[in-house]
């Protein structure tokens, strides 16, 4: 065209050749312009694919989705699953009476006549049955009913039922957590539960508990067997790894189904171990015992006067089982002298047992990632006389799982460690203790309940190879205003091996009454103790704790056998 | 030469359009493709869910622990049934029961031997 151009014609029609000529470079210069524009375009939708979504991808839910939720060792405790529910639109249903005659005979719990109703009452949507299992929602699908058709919903489910209630706790209608973890994951916020998500796969990795579903499930069997056995209203347990906080086992009966479809839960099947306070009773001696040890107020060589009962005012303390004699320091412990640890108690002085109850933290609410959680209750005056109470438990209420807490503490080697229901390493847990007593106290401790175990009131929680030690309490229950004679609490705490103590493990009964096997005794050697003992024989082996025989036991053992074998012939 | 040039155009025209229509086609039967996969998938990753709830529900501590105690008469373990590997020496009864070389008959040794040679 150029060339075409560049000869300039002189003749007349010139101008008119030219201005054609310009009309058509214009014409070329947009249809130019269009098609590099269609074919940038076409480039860039080549090299840059627009990702493809709505239209191609299933349903993508709104919701973040929840985390599964799995114990220590990956056991699935919750869990979200696809349910479908089957519904109806009756516009479409040619004949209604062969459609519920089907429908009936395929899911024999849906009521004929009540399905007949909402069939021809309803216009263009009916709800036949909510949550069906996969089978059934196959079936009606095969039934091939013009009309009939399922929609996936989303639906918690907790596999283990009620080995895990009050841990996992349970989630709303909207999938909401409203109880025990399930609540701290909503409570971290969208970012917790989203960090957890992998939004690419569509799917989230797990939250990992610390406990055991299998130390748990031993838990809950021992205890529902003791509640049985002891006529007690209620019980609990808690088995803890003392050199981590870790909690293996919270146990709280009675408990509930998480899986339940209405959650009218009472205040019976609340969390007893964290959000109610309890007086552990002589437990709390044990406290006393590792702060007159770590003040240096008394030594494992000390004596105590408790031929009298002691008076302070008008108030007389005086023992369960009075042996009426100056009893040295071990002797307090194993005979759980309430005048001997009062007289411990009253030479620290008020002042000091404040302060060590305040170093021990048992001043201030223990908060976990449990929600529910109770502040301790103490005496409001600290009087001479409260200390002296204090000492053995007395007006001192606090959640089992704090008094857990703190023993774990006092036995680990003055490690105080906030218990958790998470995955936590030793070096993690020994970073954010606290040191709350001297390492020779803890030993001199360790000391005491092995001795307390092996002839004092914990001797039926020995279970032979684990070296067990252990303190129990009995403790009167407050009824209207006034302790009861006859409704008990009753408790035992006690770590094994107490060598090198690993776990520690608490049970709890509450109001266990008399039985002929316990020849009348309703205190916590009876009832409490035996059944942590055969908690501990449970779980021990399941923890790797490696028995050793000392040839007492072997005696022991041969006195087993003879007697089976007494009993045989 | 301008027929030429046109001629040219039309064929590249046609020639792209139908290399654009048969690509656009193959696609969109990738993207269908794509989209059926990608509901197998979740489909068996419900049911992964639902089978792994299902697992979790049936191998539960106390559902075991019956069917353990039931059907093959186990119960709790004991300390004294735990033996180091160590300790298996001393547990071992020093004289076989039964002499099976005596007998004339020792069928693992022999298979040993036999792989020794």
Partial sequence: MSTQLSITPVDDQAPRRL????????????????????????????????????????????????????DRNGVLLATDVAVASIFADPSKIIDIDEAVELLTATMPDVNATELRRKLTTAKRFAWIKRQVSPEERDAVYNLGIPGVSYVNERRRVYPQGRLGAHVTGYVDLDNKGIAGIEQYLDNQGAIYTASLAEPAEHRSEPAQLSVDIRVQAAMIEEISNAIIQFGAIAGGGIVMNVKTGEILSLVSLPDFNPNQEKKNFTKDQQNRMTSGVYELGSVIKAVTFAMALDYGTASLESSFDARYPLVIGNARISDFRPQRRVLTLPEVFTYSSNIGTARMAL????????????????????????????????????????????????????????????????????????????????????????????LQTSESLRFLFRLNAQQGSASKADVIGYRVGGKTGTAEKVLNGRYSKDNRITSFIGAFPMDDPQYLVLVMLDEPKATKDTYGFATAGWNAVPTAGKVIERIAPMLGIEPVLSPEDFEKLAKLEAKEKSKKD | MHKFLNFILVVTLLVSGFIVYSLEHTTRGLEREIARSQRGIDEETENMRFLNAEWSSLTRPDRLRML??????????????????????????????????????????????????
């Fill in chain 1, 19 to 70: 201005a054609g000529q310009n009309r058509i470079r214009l014409i070329g210069i947009c249809f130019t312009a269009a098609f590099l524009a269609l074919a940038g375009q076409l480039a860039h939708l080549t090299l840059f694919p627009k990702v493809e979504d709505a239209a191609v991808r299933p349903v993508v839910e709104d919701r973040l989705p929840r985390p599964d939720i799995v």
């Fill in chain 1, 347 to 438: 030479e620290v002085g008020t002042d000091g047992h404040q302060a060590f109850l305040r170093r021990v933290g048992l001043f201030e609410r223990l908060q976990t990632e449990l929600p529910e959680s109770a502040k301790p209750l103490l005496p409001r005056r600290w009087s001479k006389l409260a200390t002296a109470t204090a000492a053995f438990g007395h007006g001192f209420a606090v959640q089992p799982l704090q008094g857990a807490a703190v023993v774990a503490g006092l036995l680990n080697g003055g490690h105080l460690i906030t218990p958790t229901l998470l995955r936590r390493s030793q070096q993690d847990a020994l970073a954010m203790s606290k040191t709350i007593v001297k």
């Fill in chain 2, 68 to 117: 353990a105690a039931q059907h093959l008469g186990l119960s709790t373990l004991k300390a004294w049934q735990i033996v180091k590997i160590g300790d298996i020496v001393t547990k071992v009864p020093p004289e076989p029961v039964i002499k099976l070389e005596a007998q004339g008959s020792d069928p693992i040794g022999s298979i040993i031997d036999k792989y020794q040679q």
